[in-house]
């Protein structure tokens, strides 16, 4: 019979799972990363893997929230350091920051092909409950940090989810992809925000 798994294993496994997820994520994406891919990397049989996560879904998601959780931050961070600006110069700074990071973290593409396939195999409840869009957290992060807008939420939410898409074609786009969206946000700040 096989013997439990140490706490100090399970942390062990449960980091090298989300290693290789993550890797996995950069390189071939969720579509062509295997359960058994996964599993040698962290030394254990697939059955074992059920004992860290109910899917392989699950644990991309996990991955997914922490790549999220770092660009919130770093946006979170450029409204703290712009303290002092304008209300519109924050919010530029804070959107044009997450963008920045999704792209520096090299993103764009999971964002674009894996994101929606995990959605898509987890049930909607439980899809929720792991899973904001990036564009409602940003607005969010704003609405926080006390910036007003002058235009309806939905219509706020909608031209961030805009440029959010658009960050993801950023190869189609060229070299001048963050010089012309560092225009569209100063542009929309200037119009949306109070």
Known sequence: MAQPFTPEQRSDIRARLFDSARRYALETG??????????ADAGISKSSFYKFYDSKELLFLEV????ESQVIGKALCALKNSEGKSNKERAADAVFTAFETIHQLGIARFLREDLPVISEALPDDEAKRHYLSSAEIIFRALHNAQICFSAPEDIVLSVIQLMYLSILNIRDIGDSFFPALHALVIGACDRLVA
């Open 30 to 39: 969720i579509k062509k990363t295997s359960l058994d891919m996964l599993t």
């Open 64 to 67: 997914a929230g922490y790549w």
